[in-house]
């Protein structure tokens, strides 16, 4: 059955299983929502920067005027820059050409005019050929510093003269131009700022010169370039030219090859991108755009959590099932003891049916009881039933010890009192407090005779098979007391004749004592049960009747049964022994003992005189009544057990 | 009796009480009402072991109020029985047939001293155990 469950899925299971699913899938999908997320940051603070794309042309202006430092080179930009168009070079050289050309060369055209002129002349061409790209921003952004608004691409185009020409005629550029000569001036090596003033400019134009020479080779195929060795070269001719040209220098170095990053292009470029991926990625990306970032951390909180909650479900989910396993071998383990304990019975033993069973209490008072079946040498069957006083796994090692000792004792060839009272002498003191109340038990199939001993025990129901069937009603008076309560026991014995059809049922006290309503179950509701039944009943059907009848079962129920074959004749009483020393043969319980067997009241004390004078002689003295038609045949013989009561005060004596 | 109708549904338990009387300086009267089994013999147990606690050398433990007795009951009086010190004696004081059927059959009546009433278990305190009961 446990294992069972280990196989098959349980809904338990199933529901765990689906759960799991769940917080995988959730997991997975949060895990997708986050990189979208932090690319959605980004968006948001280059946007923040810059404005969308369609009123970037507008408003690039002021932001590259107001804020030249912060155009520092990036790499990235101008890789995607150079990657997708030539504008880049028109806007580096263009940049450089302006930026400079409002430093630089300025102090050019105000010496020096037409060849700055000719100079800067075709770096409108190409910007008007960038433009033709259609990437015009930038370019017209920064004409405006120089230009008025409007049709500038066909002015720069058309008159490249006339800007150059116009140019300082611009008060932008004047003013510009003024600041960087200003500078120049104030810089610390203004007293030699006036001395390459006339060579400065020079090679300094020799810088933008390269560029344009460079720039029909260069300028489309590799427009990053360009602007960099223009920077280059002019940084190096600001090196060699000293005084004004070097701060020019430094300024167009630091501006030119930095063209401002290009957050309308890239959000165009992230949105192309995004538009390529799947409707369902821009559904969760939307979604995940409107949830507050609060509300991202809580749902990955909750995330994180119902993911823990998983794993330890799944950790518990293995250690149950480990746990089922252990408890499937203890279980096992359990049975195979137990089995050790209340073996099953062949269904046969010679021409006696056996049957055994063993019903524990539901509650606290489970365990104890034992029994045992088993055929002896000489062709005989014996039946050992007991029932220790502790319950539960503590009254196991007892119910072993005390089954095994006694069933030693009656293997070895002892009549069951002896074997009773041996037992009972041995494990007086291994029993610990603990004490067991035991019916031991041979049947001699030839002489059809059952004997048995008790010890505190209740005896055996031996019932007739008959129509006139009676139950054989046993002698329970000077009954013994249990193994174990420091007296001697194993002091009687029953024989019981069975010359025909019978049953014969050995129970522990838990069947009698089963409550039916507020009244004990009973031995006489127990011969009606065992009259139901019929004499080929098992043991097993025994107690479950009982259970049936029963309203409450508080002790262990244990039951024997054999079924003897045979004619009508009904079984009868045939011998009874009682061991006696010299004060119990002289007690009332013995003389009730006589009368009991049938001892006639007026015999009693004559019995009882003879058998205290017996005992007096040899310590014990055994009574054995030979019960018949008439008055018992009464015999007094020696206990040839004596010898082990001796033993025993010798060793209590030496301790 | 009312205690048996209440057992007869099978919910309500047989009314249990037990009560202890101390005769003189070193005896013990624990009377018992009602059945002594598995759940209720551990009260007597300790009743018992609380009064040899106290220095109480004769015990009487009188059952002629108790309905039932099992092997558990039993258990612990032959524990109690065995425990007692040289000189500490327990006495049973039982009139019930019943009662008496089950000290037989289970060999008890030879261990245990049993009387008829708590008078006849007491005979040095005959005039004490009148008066306290």
């Not at chain 1, 129901?461 to 329970?476: E, K």
């Amino acid at each position: 059955m446990a294992r069972d469950t280990g196989t098959h899925p349980t809904p338990a299971r199933r529901a765990w299983r689906l759960a799991s699913a769940l917080v995988l899938v959730s997991c997975a999908l949060s895990l997708a929502a986050i990189p979208t997320a932090t690319a959605r940051r980004d968006r948001t603070s280059s946007t923040a920067t810059s404005t969308p794309p369609a009123g970037a042309s507008s408003q690039t202006v002021p932001a590259q005027s107001g804020a030249p430092t912060e155009s520092l080179p990036r790499p990235q930009a101008r890789r995607h820059r150079s990657a997708e168009s030539a504008h880049p070079p028109s806007t580096g050289t263009g940049t450089a050409r302006h930026d400079s050309g409002q430093t630089q060369p300025s102090s050019t055209q105000a010496e020096e005019g037409p060849e700055a002129l000719y100079n800067t002349a075709p770096a409108p061409g190409l910007a008007s050929k960038a433009r033709k790209h259609g990437r015009g921003h930038h370019r017209e952004g920064e004409t405006t510093r120089s230009h008025e608004p409007g049709k500038r691409s066909k002015a720069k185009s058309t008159q490249p003269p006339a800007e150059s020409g116009s140019a300082p005629g611009s008060p932008t550029v004047a003013t510009t131009a003024a600041a960087g000569a200003q500078a120049s001036a104030s810089a610390p090596s203004a007293p030699v700022a006036a001395a390459p003033a006339t060579t400065g400019p020079a090679q300094a134009t020799g810088a933008p010169r390269s560029a344009v020479d460079a720039r029909p080779t260069h300028a489309v195929r590799r427009p990053a370039r360009a602007p960099r060795r223009a920077v280059r070269r002019r940084a190096g001719s600001a090196a060699l030219a000293p005084a004004a040209a070097a701060p020019a220098a430094a300024t167009s170095a630091r501006t030119a090859p930095a063209p401002r990053p290009r957050p309308a292009h890239a959000g165009t470029r992230r949105s192309s991108a995004r538009a390529r991926t799947s409707p369902l990625v821009t559904t969760i990306t939307r979604i995940v755009d409107v949830v507050p970032t609060p509300v991202r951390l809580l749902i990955a909180a909750l995330l994180a959590l119902a993911f823990a909650l998983a794993v330890r479900s799944r950790v518990a989910a293995v250690r149950a099932r480990r746990l089922e396993r252990q408890r499937g071998e203890l279980l096992e383990d359990v049975g195979l003891l137990q089995a050790a304990l209340l073996p099953v019975p062949p269904a046969r033993l010679g021409p006696v049916g056996t049957s055994a069973a063993y019903s524990p209490a539901a509650g606290p008072g489970a365990g104890g009881d034992f029994y045992d079946v088993f055929a002896l040498e000489d062709g005989q069957l014996a039946v050992i039933v007991g029932d220790v006083s502790g319950h539960g796994r503590q009254a196991l090692p007892h119910t072993a010890l005390v089954r095994f000792t006694l069933r030693a004792y009656l293997e070895a060839g002892l009549s069951p009192r002896d074997a009773v009272q041996t037992a009972g002498a041995v494990l007086e003191r291994q029993l610990g407090g603990v004490f067991a109340t035991v019916v031991a038990a041979t049947y001699q199939p030839r002489e059809r005779v059952l004997s048995y001993a008790c010890a505190g025990h209740p005896a055996p129901v031996v019932l007739g098979g008959g129509p006139d069937a009676h139950a054989v009603a046993p002698v329970t008076i000077c009954t013994p007391p249990p193994i174990g309560v420091g007296m001697r026991t194993g002091t009687r014995q029953t024989a019981v004749s069975i010359p025909g059809r019978a049953q014969i049922c050995f129970y522990t006290d838990g069947v009698t004592e089963a409550r039916v309503g507020s009244e004990l179950f009973g031995s006489r509701r127990l011969l009606d049960t065992l009259h139901e039944l019929g004499p080929r009943a098992s043991a097993a059907a025994l107690l479950e009747r009982v259970a049936e009848r029963a309203d409450a079962r508080p002790d262990d129920m244990a039951a024997c049964l054999l079924g003897v074959e045979g004619d009508d004749a009904a079984p009868t009483a045939l011998v009874e022994e009682l061991e006696l020393d010299r004060d119990e043969a002289a007690s009332d319980r013995t003389a009730r003992f006589l009368l009991a067997c049938g001892v006639e009241r007026a015999d009693v004390a004559d019995v009882a005189h003879a058998a205290s004078v017996a005992a007096g002689r040899a310590g014990t003295v055994v009574l054995e009544l030979r019960l018949g038609d008439g008055p018992p045949r009464l015999t007094l013989r020696r206990e040839h057990l004596a010898y082990l009561h001796a033993r025993r005060a010798d060793v209590g004596a030496a301790l | 009796m009312p205690s048996r109708a209440d057992r007869s549904d099978g919910s309500t338990p047989v009314p249990f009480a037990i009560g202890r009387r101390e005769l003189d300086a070193r005896t013990s009267a624990i009377s018992i009402e009602g059945e002594l089994d598995l759940a209720t013999a551990p009260q007597l147990k300790w009743m018992l072991l609380d009064a040899l606690e106290e220095g109480h050398s004769r015990l009487v433990v009188d059952l002629s109020q108790a309905t039932f007795m099992d092997s558990t009951a039993l258990g612990v009086l032959v524990g109690v029985d065995r425990s007692l010190e040289s000189g500490a004696t327990l006495a049973i004081v039982c009139a019930n047939a019943s009662l008496l059927k089950i000290f037989e059959l289970s060999g008890m009546d030879g261990v245990f001293a049993i009387f008829p009433t708590l008078d006849d278990a007491l005979p040095g305190t005959h005039g004490r155990a009148a008066e306290a009961s």
